[in-house]
C-alpha cells in the first residue's frame, strides 16, 4: 500500500512560479512510476507529468518547457516545479503512483494508476 501527501500548493499571479511536493510512504515498488495529474472544476481529470523508476520524464504538451518533473529517492519525495504559471494552470494538482506502466506512452492515463494524493490547490490569477 503507498500514500502519497502533496503539499506546496498556493495562489500566485501570472508568470510566476511554484514547487509542488509529493511524500510518498510505503510499499517502494508500487510507486516506481509516479506522475502529476490536475483536475480543474468541470473538467476531467488530465495528466501534467510523469517519471519512471529509471528517469525517464513524459509531459502534457500543454506544460512541456514550462514545467519540472523530479524525484528525490532519499527522501521519497516527488516534485513539480511549475514556472510561467498562466490561469489555465488552475486546478487541484494531484501525485499518482503505480508499479508499472506497461505502455510508457500511456503514462496520462488516470486509470494506469492505483495510488492517488488528495491534492493540493494551485490558483493562478491575472
Known amino acids: 500500500q503507498v500514500q502519497l501527501v502533496e503539499s506546496g500548493g498556493g495562489s500566485v499571479q501570472v508568470g510566476g512560479s511554484l514547487r509542488l511536493s509529493c511524500e510518498a510512504s510505503g510499499d517502494p515498488y508500487s510507486r516506481r512510476f509516479m506522475a502529476w495529474f490536475r483536475q480543474a472544476p468541470g473538467k476531467e481529470r488530465e495528466g501534467v507529468a510523469a517519471i519512471a523508476s529509471d528517469g525517464s520524464k513524459r509531459y502534457a504538451e500543454s506544460v512541456q518547457g514550462r514545467f519540472t518533473i523530479s524525484k528525490d529517492n532519499a527522501k521519497n519525495t516527488l516534485y513539480l516545479q511549475m514556472n510561467s504559471l498562466t490561469p489555465e494552470d488552475t486546478a487541484m494538482y494531484y501525485c499518482?503512483?503505480?508499479?508499472?506502466?506497461?505502455?510508457?506512452?500511456?503514462?496520462?492515463?488516470?486509470?494506469?494508476?492505483?495510488?492517488w494524493g488528495q491534492g493540493t490547490q494551485v490558483t493562478v490569477s491575472s
Open positions: 499518482a503512483a503505480d508499479a508499472y506502466i506497461a505502455y510508457l506512452g500511456n503514462w496520462y492515463l488516470k486509470y494506469e494508476y492505483k495510488s
